[in-house]
């Protein structure tokens, strides 16, 4: 069964830094492309970052030069490590298969809460 694992959210402050993970099951991670997404509350989810199976990344503009995804392909992990975190990154984060739009997608897993507040 394929599945996908987010977690490492959590409450931090204006400026600070969390990682993700986004842990895979049922298949293996270098092969797909997969992509970190949010919610924030009463906004639509949007796409955050992307890591393809060739290894290229892309981001939000957003995130850019906060945000970098990586991959463990040993713990067949993708990572999403975010530095200088700001109010306005307080989401709930989601990884999914591929990098798609976020209305592609049917279904989708619990998340990961982040809060950034002082």
């Known amino acids: 069964q394929v599945q996908l694992a987010e977690s490492g959210g959590g409450l931090v402050q204006p400026g600070g830094s969390l990682r993700l993970s986004c842990a895979a099951s049922?298949?293996?991670?270098?092969?797909?492309?997969i992509g970190w997404f949010r919610q924030a509350p009463g906004k639509e989810r949007e796409g955050v970052s992307c890591?393809?199976?060739?290894?290229?990344?892309s981001y939000a503009d957003s995130v850019k030069g906060r945000f970098t995804i990586s991959r463990d392909s040993a713990k067949n992990t993708v990572y999403l490590q975010m530095n200088s975190l700001k109010p306005e990154d307080t989401a709930v984060y989601y990884c999914?298969?591929?990098?798609?739009?976020?209305?592609?997608?049917?279904?989708w897993g619990q998340g990961t809460q982040v809060t950034v507040s002082s």
């Open positions: 890591i393809k199976s060739d290894g290229s990344t």
């Open positions: 999914a298969l591929e990098c798609l739009p976020a209305t592609r997608y049917d279904n």
């Open positions: 049922g298949f293996t991670l270098d092969y797909y492309a």
